[in-house]
């Protein structure tokens, strides 16, 4: 894992001052602790920090290609570089090290775009072509590693792996975008292309940018992840086996263990994780996994992970998670750079904190619940989708109000928040499966907003993606549909932010075997026929499950890794302390201080849960605090 900047003259050849690359690079220290490097030529510098996992000695980047051409700044792995540079030396390339960086620059001088969609691996790189001049930034299809640039007015492209590296150059606007903060009260986090910062853009899951100059830019999608929700319909196409299912998994964890340096897996109770260790049991290597424990009995997997460690795991280690919500806030936003509001990344953080004493590498489970329709809300979703279907369209019409009458009930369980219900059966589907991808519910997100934006846009960008999306797979079951808005968005932009932001701020990095190509392949293939029960809460997985792991993790229900986020702001000496005593959130003119306030001292009173919505205004005033400090030390 690295981190990667640069600036590019696109109208002359300027020289660019040594001190801002400096400041970039000082910015992605923690990223690549181990090692620096630069390029520089006449309206060129490209920096690189490096986190040395293969070939510490011959991986050092900036990459420069054996003809001279080729300049390469890469964060992430490249989990077949071995074929990649076998397919190179059948070409009569010479390659000299056996480091991933080597064999991906020379591979993209040679097939230029065309190497995207050969590639598996976590990117984000920036390769320069010196005789045309020209950039090429990409990202991998499911959006593991970041990439984020900006134009400025004078005509200059500024790339690097955070934004706070673009802002520390000193040629980037920090102006906020309101788009992306209604996106932000709603989901938690920001979607897509669109970041906090007006002037700042991120490259897609899946696409790649060609920036020539003088100024020319090409954006376009080599890979497009909604597509792995795409499944047929019938069991007489496309059908896959267990076994065949196991295959891929144990080829996607074999190809995720290359390292030089220790790797280990982490390992909850459920069969996500205990598959992956499994694996790599099965593939020879000694397996050593790493599962964290809550003192809340209802939280804690210990137990249930010490059935697949005993089996399989040559050394194991758990760690009890105690976690102080009120200290780490300040922390976890200076790590994600961006505000988020995912209050599992607390947990997750001190996780890879933790873990960094055993390992530098660890498999994760990451994209199974995407791939095999996991999560909770699948299941309500199918269920909501058959009533919203036998439902009159003229009694759904009526549902909303009926709904406004009754209670809220935030403690029921869902099926039984009639109020939550009664809405989402008289929503459009598409508009359904939004709110259930929604962090803090539409209504509540309206209220912390200040008037003067929440009027400016009439639905959340993220919600009218989610509509585009539904469309794109109209022919599809909604379930489907669900499953793609989830890769598109809830994966690239919540998930594996998450991780890829709590990993590198401790020098870590985390590989998911489940993102693998051949095993998402292995799961497009698996017949779909919802609403059976086996299409849900990823049933093919299982089924191997069955095969391979104890009975008790087999067959346990899903558990999340939400901490009790309503408890801890019901605390009075809790995180809630914050919103009294920072004048940030209310003075910025981004919230509603009266509304929010009001939901202070209901929640405290225990007569409603606003957790999410408070939670998500706590996460926002930490951000504006770590930005101001940006600024005074700028």
């Not at 490209?46 to 991986?59: K, T, W």
């Not at 420069?64 to 077949?80: A, K, M, P, Q, R």
């Not at 040559?314 to 806030?329: G, P």
């Not at 039984?416 to 519910?441: H, I, V």
Request: aromatic share 8%; glycine share 6%.
């Amino acid at each position: 894992m690295c981190g990667v900047a640069g600036i590019i003259d696109l109208q002359s050849r300027r020289d660019i001052p040594d001190w801002r690359l400096d400041r970039m690079l000082d910015a992605l220290a923690y990223r690549g602790p181990d090692d620096e490097g630069r390029f520089v030529e006449p309206g060129v510098t490209i920096g690189h920090r490096r986190l040395s996992i293969i070939d510490p000695a011959g991986g050092a980047q900036p990459f420069l290609t054996h003809c001279g051409d080729g300049v390469l700044s890469f964060n992430g792995e490249i989990y077949n570089f071995q074929s990649l540079a076998q397919d190179l030396r059948d070409k009569g390339h010479t390659l000299r090290t056996r480091s991933d960086a080597e064999a991906l620059g020379e591979y993209l001088t040679h097939y230029e775009t065309d190497a995207l969609p050969k590639i598996d691996g976590m990117f984000a790189f920036a390769h320069w072509r010196r005789r045309s001049r020209t950039l090429l930034l990409a990202r991998d299809r499911f959006g593991e590693k970041p990439l984020f640039y900006a134009i400025t007015r004078d005509g200059l492209f500024v790339f690097a792996s955070e934004t706070r590296a673009l802002l520390a150059s000193g040629l980037v606007n920090a102006d906020l975008d309101q788009e992306a903060i209604v996106d932000y009260a709603h989901l938690g986090h920001t979607v897509g292309e669109r970041t906090i910062y007006k002037s700042i853009k991120s490259v897609a899951a899946g696409n790649y940018l060609i920036i020539k100059t003088p100024v020319s830019i090409t954006n376009a999608a080599y890979s497009d992840s909604t597509n792995a929700a795409a499944r047929t319909h019938t069991n007489e196409h496309g059908q896959q086996s267990v076994a065949g299912l196991g295959d891929s998994l144990d080829e996607a964890v074999r190809s995720r263990l290359i390292s030089d340096v220790p790797v280990g897996a982490f390992l909850s109770g459920g069969i996500d994780s205990g598959l992956i260790v499994s694996s790599i049991a099965r593939s020879n290597k000694s397996a050593t996994s790493f599962t964290i424990g809550f003192d809340d009995n209802a939280l804690d997997e210990r137990p249930a992970a010490r059935l697949v460690s005993r089996e399989y795991a040559r050394s194991a280690h758990e760690f009890r998670l105690s976690v102080n919500a009120t200290d780490a806030i300040d922390i976890l936003a200076s790590a994600y750079d961006e505000p988020f509001a995912d209050p599992s990344a607390v947990a997750y953080f001190l996780m890879c904190e933790a873990a960094r004493k055993h390992a530098t590498v660890w498999l994760g489970g990451d994209g199974a619940d995407e791939l095999f329709s996991g999560y909770r809300r699948h299941s309500h979703f199918a269920f909501e989708e058959r009533a919203r279907q036998a439902t009159p369209a003229v009694m759904r019409r009526a549902l909303p109000a009926i709904a406004k009458a009754m209670p809220k009930m935030d403690w029921a369980p869902r099926p039984l928040r009639w109020k939550s219900t009664l809405n989402s059966l008289g929503a459009e589907t598409a508009d359904a499966y939004f709110q259930m991808m929604c962090f803090t519910p539409a209504a509540y997100a309206a209220d912390i907003l200040h008037p003067d934006i929440i009027n400016e846009t009439s639905l959340p960008p993220s919600a009218l993606r989610v509509r585009e999306i539904f469309a794109e797979h109209e022919a599809a079951h909604p379930l489907q549909a669900a499953m793609a808005a989830d890769l598109a968005i809830w994966l690239p932009d919540r998930m594996l932010r998450k991780v890829d932001r709590a990993s590198m701020a401790h020098g870590l990095e985390v590989r998911s075997p489940y993102l693998a190509p051949p095993l998402v392949n292995a799961a497009c293939q698996w017949p779909f026929e919802a609403p059976r029960a086996e299409n849900l809460r990823k049933g093919p997985l299982r089924a191997l499950a069955n095969e391979r792991l104890a009975a008790p993790i087999a067959t346990a229900p899903k558990r999340g890794f939400a901490p009790p986020l309503a408890a801890w702001l019901r605390n009075k000496s809790g995180p809630m302390t914050r919103l009294y005593d920072s004048s940030l959130w209310s003075l910025s003119g981004l919230f509603n201080s009266n509304a929010v306030h009001k939901m202070i001292k209901t929640h405290q009173s225990g007569r409603r849960d606003y957790s999410q919505a408070l939670w998500t205004v706590i996460m926002f005033d930490a951000f504006l605090q770590t930005q101001n400090q940006m600024t005074k030390a700028a």
